[in-house]
């Protein structure tokens, strides 16, 4: 039991004795690197591929407030017609 | 390795990074990357993996600089980057290795067997603790997330307690008690190995 014991507070206390390690030179040359790396993938795009991107994705908007918009617009009409039928069937019906 | 820069204050930081954004960030590679590296190889033991770890943490700090407004500090934004790059990048590795090889998960009823890594580095560990080290660590794996960051930051890479609440966004008391419930669970866990193994 006191074998046991000994065991694991020396297994705790091997946590405690972890130096802290410097940052490997590779290592620090690739994150000094990372701003021109980002700089270098956004370069790559060509500015043509960027705005046909932007073209369509305001051409899909564009589409879907139409489409949104009329089918609004006859969702209204729709429901006027409706309430005229009634009336008049209801009226011819007096 | 860069020489080191004495760091900013946190509005003088913003400042800079509205003035230039690269020269903000080459600073906070020099004041921060030893304590990312440190934190990033506690969590993952493996020199590669850290490696690359740590460079997609500062790929995301880079890419999102510019959202920084100091509302917590900036040694709290960057470690809350660095742990969630950490837990995405064990979920992912864990993803691959069940199915593979490299590792074993065994339950039995209440307890958890650590898992067994086969790729244990640290370069911080002596080599009379490596075997040690490597026992600790599996057992520090099988610990609730939130005992797991105290444990580490408080035990193994040596932060105060109020340090250690500061990075997780905690008060002390609370910091307290999880390095209490992480110290317990440990225990059961060792000796639940050592009855095993032993």
Redesign the interface.
Known sequence: MEHKDNWIDDVMSSGERINRVPVPASLMERLNAIPSEIKATYDRIPKRTLWLAAASIGLLIALNLFSALSSSADEKSNAQSEFADTYFSHSKFL | ??SKLHPLEDKDFIKLVRKN??QA??HL?SSY??RV??TC?QMLRNREDT?DL??EV??SI??SIDSFEGKSKLSTWIHSIALNKSREFIRNKTRQKRSGIHTTLERDDSHIVPIRTIDFY?????LE?QE??K???D??DQLADQQRQAYLLN????YSYAETAELLETSVSSVESLLFRA?KR??EL??DY?EKN?
């Open positions: 390795m860069g954004k690269d960030f080459q590679v990357s030893e590296y440190n190889i490696e740590v460079q500062f790929t880079y890419l640290h370069p911080g560990v002596q603790d040690r080290a026992i600790l660590f057992a520090i035990k193994v890479e040596g110290k440990l225990k060792l000796s050592y032993k």
